[in-house]
């Protein structure tokens, strides 16, 4: 049999079916698709590693809710080992995806969600003035995210999600350069000032002003390989 066509055989196979099914043995998905144990062993390594099935010891075979992150994360991951300036090009589509969704996103999110971003704010600007000072990181990445996470597009809610991913993945995460950090919270601040007021043009405006500073950020103060890449 067709290695190729294995694959297809298999992906039609696992796209049929309930989410969070558990799925025969090994052996007989072989017999249905009539093709050996070790080559489909090979290819559920695949469908393994993209997300679409979950593989254990003890309960077997379960098919998974589909997510493009595992793929995107993949790809990204491999991209960026092999040359780090990929994680220049995949922020760029990043940031104009946040543009492009921008109004739609906002426009969807609860008042629970405005609670929980003026929250994200305020501890960030703790973290900032505390003693010591500590980076507000993951304050970062939860605001970002929740603003998209009322979109009904896996597809683009799992690209911003690799992108924090990578950022973490390059050590973006440890860079603190204070001033830096102060004026990127300062265009958070005037996001999420906009999006209580309704005015969601002036907080898209925040957003293109708060993601070009990427180009006026400063530069990496060792060799670590961390960077101002805080957006």
Known sequence: MDYGQTSADLLAYLANGSEEENLPTMQEISAQLGVSVARLREQMEVAKAFGFVEVRP??????????????????????????????????????????????????????????????????????????????PHQEHRRFHLLIYSRLNNPFVQDILEAYWEAYEAAGLSLYADYNYLQEVWMYHQKMVDAILSGDLEAGYQALRQHTDLLYHRPAPENASGTSGTEN
């Open 58 to 135: 003890r309960t077997g075979i379960r098919r998974l809710p589909y997510r493009f992150f595992p793929a995107v994360w993949l790809s990204v991951s491999y991209a960026i080992h092999r040359d780090p300036a990929f994680f220049e090009a995949f922020a760029d589509l990043r940031r104009h995806l946040e543009a492009c969704y921008w109004h739609q996103a906002v426009s969807l999110l609860q008042p629970e969600d405005h609670q929980q971003l003026v929250s994200l704010v305020e501890t960030a600007w703790e973290k900032l003035r505390g003693t010591p000072i500590r980076i």
